[in-house]
């Protein structure tokens, strides 16, 4: 089981000066210059997006983490999991590298073992709450904050490039706000795994999580998909999320389908990365070998809208 996980944000300028948004149909990948080209649609600068053919797509938010600095406005950092301040996040391995890369990286101090962990909202159990007033009681929930993005339904996709070294793990996935409030997966949502990564031999992961992460819990999996994406070159995962069910991607080809349950809630995005072992009290010996640094390397995160599905 992975990590625990509000309105649709208007494109702003940046994203405008960035990607010039209007109406494109899904085609194989193909780059020009330093600019993706789209038949009759979206143009971004660097690699274009690998869209599900047959239909008809709307870009309505992205990172392309150029620059120098990450967009604090579209993203987040999660240092808790289930009320616990995990040791092993940090805010201090997420870097832009300056030629559009975003950069997190696993890195030692003082004998212990750190890595980040994104997100552009956050669940309502994940930090712990405060005392009730003057009595013995505890509201479970922490200040609750706006989201920075949340969105239903579309097609979620990111170009990255795996970590090399052994003993920590990176995923994209979407979480719900409000994931287990209910035994109704559509109205309290569902955790959507669209790429796990564990291991260093090519293999990666879809998988589905509902109904909470308690006695509650029920969970779908692709299972090990040996993938061959361990090469050290950049590939794009994705998932199309619809009314009628999942079908995620790799390297614009179907790799997964599942009907669901599916969830009718806005969700959030997480790029994580995290350190094995600490669950469980110390670092995973694997990375007593790693040679560091190593990085997660994210080229970019775009979200797109079915034409006439959210319309």
Request: charged share 25%.
């Amino acid at each position: 089981m992975k990590n625990m996980k509000t309105g649709i944000i208007t494109i702003t300028s940046a994203l405008l000066i960035t990607c010039l948004t209007a109406l494109s149909v899904g085609a194989q990948s193909e780059k020009k210059g330093d600019k993706e080209q789209v038949s009759g649609g979206v143009e971004c600068k660097g690699f274009k997006s690998q869209l599900p053919p047959g239909k008809s797509w709307k870009l309505i938010w992205n990172d392309e983490f150029d620059g120098k600095q990450l967009d604090s406005s579209k993203w987040g950092y999660r240092l808790h999991l289930m009320q616990t301040r995990h040791e092993t996040w940090t805010e201090d391995g997420a870097e832009l590298d300056g030629k559009g890369n975003l950069l997190l990286g696993l890195y030692e101090k003082d004998g212990q073992f750190y890595s980040s962990h994104l997100q552009t909202g956050q669940n309502y159990l994940d930090r712990p709450g405060d005392k009730f007033g003057k009595t013995k009681f505890v509201w479970p929930i922490a200040d609750m904050e706006p989201a920075k993005f949340t969105h239903k339904y579309g097609y979620y996709e990111i170009r990255c490039k795996l970590p090399r070294q052994k003993g920590w793990w990176a995923a994209f996935w979407l979480q719900s706000p409000v994931i287990g409030s209910s035994l109704n997966p559509a109205e309290a949502g569902v955790e959507m795994d669209i790429m796990e990564n564990f291991t260093r031999n090519g293999v990666i992961s879809h998988n589905l999580h509902w109904n909470g992460y308690g006695k509650n819990h029920e969970h779908a999996g692709s299972g090990k998909l040996e993938m061959n994406v361990s090469d050290g070159e950049f590939h794009t995962y994705g998932l199309h999320w619809s009314r009628e069910g999942y079908v995620f991607y790799v390297d614009g080809k179907v790799s997964w389908k599942v009907d669901g349950p599916v969830s009718d809630q806005e969700q959030f995005i997480l790029i994580s990365t995290e350190v094995m072992g600490y669950r469980n009290g110390a670092a995973s010996p694997l990375l007593k070998k790693a040679q560091l640094p190593d990085y997660f390397v994210v080229d970019y995160v775009r979200v797109f809208d079915e034409i006439g599905e959210n319309d």
